[in-house]
T-cell receptor, first 115, second 113 residues
Framework: DTAVSQTPKYLVTQMGNDKSIKCEQNLGHDTMYWYKQDSKKFLKIMFS???????INETVPNRFSPKSPDKAHLNLHINSLELGDSAVYFC??????????????FGSGTQLSVL | AQTVTQSQPEMSVQEAETVTLSCTYDTSESNYYLFWYKQPPSRQMILVIRQEAYKQQNATENRFSVNFQKAAKSFSLKISDSQLGDTAMYFC??????????FGQGTRLTINP
């Protein structure tokens, strides 16, 4: 069974479109994340949710809207896609110990290409 | 701001050799975790090893071990008896009270036959 699964794996779309990426974890973790990996492989956090509550919101355009219907799901909706949004988006989840994430489990990533 | 620096963009060694990847970080906190993640061409992010800052003993996982120097804020990864399957991007990462994992720029490691 896949621990953190995200769909789709690949997404090719035109500029200006709206798209969503879905993520689900079956590990029972309380915290979920979205990370963006750019063309230079740099990974940067975008959002973090704990038990459906937003706890980290980095400097991300408001065209990006995360939604967590329950603690096992964290979806990412992107409006009015731009060329610069092309990247690999990773979902992750974690347990916490003494207030810190013990380790992150990552999904396999969604490669978004905006044409 | 938390920063993690990997000073080696690329490294290349022969199969069976030992290789060490460097990482330094910046923090004023005393409680934090450090990680090494591996990203092979499949794109999957795989946890290699984790170190708790309060533990003086260096973490080891089979052929992978770390040299954690807390005072120097250094966290290097040693891969012994390297294998072709170790070819990947390796990311050092750090987390403290802000609860977000901050990653270094990555080191592209190639193991040659």
């Amino acid at each position: 069974d896949t621990a953190v699964s995200q769909t789709p794996k690949y997404l090719v779309t035109q500029m200006g479109n709206d798209k969503s990426i879905k993520c689900e974890q079956n590990l029972g973790h309380d915290t979920m994340y979205w990370y963006k990996q750019d063309s230079k492989k740099f990974l940067k956090i975008m959002f973090s949710y704990n038990n459906k509550e937003l706890i980290i919101n980095e400097t991300v355009p408001n065209r990006f809207s995360p939604k967590s219907p329950d603690k096992a799901h964290l979806n990412l909706h992107i409006n009015s896609l731009e060329l610069g949004d092309s990247a690999v988006y990773f979902c992750a989840s974690s347990l916490h110990y003494q207030g810190l994430p013990e380790k992150l489990f990552f999904g396999s990533g969604t490669q978004l290409s905006v044409l | 701001a938390q920063t993690v620096t990997q000073s080696q963009p690329e490294m290349s060694v022969q199969e069976a050799e030992t290789v060490t990847l460097s990482c330094t970080y910046d923090t004023s906190e005393s409680n934090y975790y450090l990680f090494w993640y591996k990203q092979p061409p499949s794109r999957q992010m795989i946890l290699v090893i984790r170190q708790e800052a309060y533990k003086q003993q260096n973490a080891t996982e089979n052929r992978f071990s770390v040299n954690f120097q807390k005072a120097a804020k250094s966290f290097s990864l040693k891969i012994s008896d390297s294998q072709l399957g170790d070819t990947a991007m390796y990311f050092c990462a750090f987390v403290q009270g802000a609860q977000k994992l901050v990653f270094g720029q990555g080191t592209r490691l190639t193991i040659n036959p």
